[in-house]
């Protein structure tokens, strides 16, 4: 648990020299502007999201395999699922403590808040909702968006506050 100090600062744990203030989150997001943090990191984020299209299409197959065994009875239940199980899956991993999907921990990439944080859950569903909205949208042509922004964040990264960032610099950076 956390609380404020004499100078108006958060504080967590309640441990002393620990601050959240002003000074500490202008030191992150000053950490999080490094180049190196990003460089290579649209090539990993598409070769991770590659591969959770694969476990998503798995996923899909098991689905259908259990609809086509059940005759159809399941259907009703099981499609409707498969609607919202991108934006779950998504959503739960990148807020999760790998700040990651299952793709994009093995393309060595996270999510990250511009401050250094982790995402929360509401951050994380909004950046894939906006993804998915970008995407069904301008059938993918906003995501060429990240080519051209320094930082290598496409649009749905700008507008939810996030950004994607290598992993290994990230461990070797601090965060």
Known sequence: MGGMNENGDLTRGGRRGFRLG???????????????????ATARRIVG????????GAIAIAVHFLVFATLG???PLLYPL???????????????DASATP????????????????????QAFVMVALFYLTLTLTSGLLLLWCLFDDRGRCLHDILSGT???????????GF
Do not use: K, N, W
């Not at 950004?163 to 950076?173: E, I």
């Open 22 to 40: 002003r000074d500490e989150e202008a030191l992150s997001a000053d950490r999080l502007t490094d180049p190196a943090l990003v460089e290579g």
């Open 49 to 56: 999201y590659l591969i959770d299209l694969v476990i998503l």
């Open 73 to 75: 009875l399941l259907a």
């Open 82 to 96: 498969l609607v919202v199980l991108p934006l779950a899956y998504h959503s739960l991993f990148v807020a999760s």
């Open 103 to 122: 793709g994009q921990r093995v393309a060595g990439v996270q999510v990250r808040r511009l401050d250094g944080g982790r995402p929360g859950l509401l």
């Open 163 to 173: 950004l994607v960032a290598r992993t290994d610099r990230l461990r070797d950076a």
